[in-house]
């Protein structure tokens, strides 16, 4: 039988090696992942028989902070891929000061055709909170007087002013190389600023495709996208869980998206109808809690090609 100094012995070794694990888990999702740019592709079979390909661009969670330099170099260099359209779905800012760079770092995608609808983050400033809390279901909707307004005015006109779409609850047609694209976007669902019914109504039969645009992905938008036969909808606001465990995935999604379909190319049904659904794991974090694990940051090339 071993003695008590054995099993404390033994014991002691173990903290320490998890201990230790934890440590570099830590080290290797605050000092690197966070930072490792990934540009995915995804190939979506929506567009007519006999269309020629569209490829856009998906951004989403950009959450910048002037100083992070790396980051928006690489997403400056984003424009080097000519999309012919590009999409952000939300949360770009992380600071009061942040609209300036967010500009500049777009400013090659802002010469590019492009849609854009705003998240949480473009309204309100990040603050610190216990993200354990996200274990027991999505964070709570900030009461104004709380936290500070971002300067989201100076944000869309930034980005209207070059051209870009504001999608926020509303519905619109674009032509986009030489294709016929009907909109349908909603403002941040998570905030629960989204108004559906002003935009509501079947996929026009005469546009080429019916995109819908959503920052948080919650099921009530992409049912009702799905419902009025949208065939593409895209989203973020997840981070793709952001901290995620290898060979499980996300542990949360930080809205009542299946966990499943917490990043990337899925099938969504509703009604007796589907939609391709991209969501984004983004670009970025709170400040707050600047680590990624298992879930590098992302920005997504998709090409849309003619149904099968």
């Not at 033994?10 to 990934?38: D, K, M, N, P, Q």
């Not at 609808?117 to 007087?145: C, F, H, Q, T």
């Not at 290898?246 to 917490?262: E, M, S, Y």
Request: glycine content about 10%.
């Amino acid at each position: 039988m071993p003695s008590a100094a054995g099993v404390l012995k033994a014991t002691a070794g173990t903290v320490g090696l998890a201990a230790l694990a934890a440590g570099a888990g830590l080290g290797y999702a605050a000092g690197y992942e966070v930072r490792a740019f990934a540009l995915r592709h995804a190939v979506v079979p929506v567009l007519p028989v006999g269309a020629r390909p569209l490829r856009v661009l998906h951004l989403s969670d950009l959450h910048l902070v002037p100083r992070q330099h790396r980051k928006r170099e690489w997403v400056a260099a984003l424009a080097d891929l000519e999309p012919d359209l590009v999409v952000s779905t939300g949360d770009n800012l992380a600071s009061l000061d942040a609209v300036p760079a967010v500009l500049e770092t777009y400013a090659g995608l802002l010469r590019r055709p492009g849609v854009f609808v705003l998240g949480s983050n473009d309204y309100w400033a990040p603050r610190p909170r216990n993200w354990a809390r996200y274990l027991k279901g999505p964070s709570k909707i900030p009461m104004p007087e709380e936290i500070p307004r971002l300067p989201t005015d100076d944000l869309v006109r930034g980005f209207t002013d070059a051209g870009w779409v504001d999608l926020d609850n509303v519905r619109t047609r674009l032509t986009v190389a030489g294709l016929d694209l009907e909109f349908v976007g909603v403002d941040d669902p998570h905030l629960r600023y989204d108004r559906y019914h002003d935009v509501a109504g079947g996929a026009a039969a005469d546009a080429d495709l019916t995109i819908g645009v959503t920052h948080a992905p919650y099921r009530r938008t992409l049912d009702a996208m799905t419902a009025d036969e949208a065939g593409l909808i895209l989203a973020g606001h997840t981070h793709g869980g952001q901290l995620c465990v290898p060979g499980f995935g996300a542990l949360v999604t930080n809205c009542d998206i299946p966990r499943k379909q917490v990043s990337g190319l899925s099938r969504w049904s509703a009604a007796g109808r589907e939609a391709w659904l991209h969501v984004s794991a983004g670009l970025g974090t709170s400040p707050y809690a600047p680590v990624r694990f298992a879930c590098r940051p992302e920005a997504t090339l998709l090409e849309l090609v003619p149904v099968r």
